[in-house]
Nanobody
Framework: QVQLVESGGGLVQAGGSLRLACAAS????????MAWFRQAPGKEREFVAV????????VYSDSVRGRFTVSRDNAKNTVYLQMNSLKSEDTAVYYC????????????????WGQGTQVTVSS
């Protein structure tokens, strides 16, 4: 059983930056693909980014590509989401998620989820 705990959310002005972190426990981190999803008020949860077990493969949604960077530190069992040039439309609860085997971009493919961290971007 994998447990995930996100941190780093908060309030930031448009154009600013935040770095989210997700600490994992209960599994062998280097065998787990890690993803970030987000859910804005009144909207469905959507894919943001995924990073492969080794960290060599990443995929981003069109809405964040070029502004967000996902990375991981397997020695610290932690995945990060560096968010730059934030926009008001990035306001959402951000969730990290984990799955074994191969990385995916769909919510239904993830077995393990964190509790979420709120990111609010003021314009």
């Amino acid at each position: 059983q994998v447990q995930l705990v996100e941190s780093g959310g908060g309030l930031v002005q448009a154009g600013g930056s935040l770095r989210l972190a997700c600490a994992a426990s209960g599994g062998t981190f280097s065998t787990i693909n890690m993803a970030w999803f987000r859910q804005a008020p009144g909207k469905e949860r959507e894919f943001v980014a995924v990073i492969s077990r080794s960290g060599t493969g990443t995929v981003y949604s069109d809405s964040v590509r070029g502004r967000f960077t996902v990375s991981r530190d397997n020695a610290k069992n932690t995945v990060y989401l560096q968010m730059n040039s934030l926009k008001s439309e990035d306001t959402a609860v951000y969730y990290c998620a984990a799955r074994y085997f191969v990385p995916r971009t769909e919510e239904k493919d993830y077995n393990y989820w964190g509790q979420g961290t709120q990111v609010t971007v003021s314009s």
